[in-house]
């Protein structure tokens, strides 16, 4: 059985991981009968939203301790990870995770990532594993890698801009497409990239899980 490690980085689309992506991403590894382990930063998050209003609250809460929500108690300190014990690394979206787990909604093009994240990713990489990334995340794959394809839906989108200019080559994508780098085993597709449904992030999970296979 492969057995994958999905990363996490909160709980909310605005603040955290996007919950849909996430939820439809493990329906579609439980189906490929794939065992999973999500994991997350022991970590404050870098704020949080009111997901009715938008505007920011005056508290802090715990990257893990909020991912563990969507996973009913089932997560792991990012600490714990080891790309020997896992077939592939996946990382669904949200808007949460590009200030949470790399901070490109907050320093765009000069943005940092955790350094556990990128030894995460930069180890799966070294071991040619297959790393997924679902919405914004590739972004942090352009990153902490360079020079790979992926795709954040729209050639317009600002995202597929900056990502030039760290080295990557953006492919347009439209929902329920994957773009599979296959010289690097990198593997995205949109999401809420792009205007989607419930139905279209589920097939993009879907999608993506079979390429990856």
Not at 64 to 83: H, K, W
Not at 106 to 113: A, R, T
Not at 114 to 139: D, F, N, R, W
Not at 166 to 184: F, P, Q, R, T
Request: aromatic residues 6%.
């Amino acid at each position: 059985m492969k057995n994958f490690a999905v990363l996490l980085g909160g709980c909310g689309t605005k603040d955290g991981s996007e919950i849909n992506e996430t939820v439809c991403l493990l329906l579609a590894l439980d189906q490929h009968g794939i065992k999973y382990q999500c994991f997350a930063p022991d970590l404050d998050q870098f704020e949080v939203i009111n997901h009715i209003t938008g505007e920011p609250m005056n508290e802090k809460r715990n990257m893990m301790v909020e991912a563990a929500r969507i996973v009913r108690g089932e997560i792991l300190p990012l600490s714990q990870f080891s790309a020997e014990r896992f077939d592939a690394l996946v990382i669904p979206g949200g808007a949460g995770i590009a200030k949470n787990l790399f901070t490109y909604f907050v320093n765009g093009i000069n943005m940092q990532v955790l350094p556990g994240v990128k030894e995460s990713i930069t180890a799966m990489h070294q071991q040619q594993k297959p790393i997924g990334a679902m919405c914004i995340a590739p972004v942090v794959l352009a990153k902490v890698l360079g020079n790979i394809h992926i795709t954040l839906g729209s050639d317009n989108c600002q995202p597929a801009h900056d990502i030039k200019v760290m080295g990557a080559k953006h492919i347009a994508a439209s929902n329920g497409d994957v773009v599979s780098d296959l010289e690097n085993k990198i593997f995205t597709t949109p999401c809420f990239m792009l205007n989607a449904t419930l139905k279209d992030i589920y097939e993009d999970a879907w999608n993506l899980v079979e390429a990856m296979i």
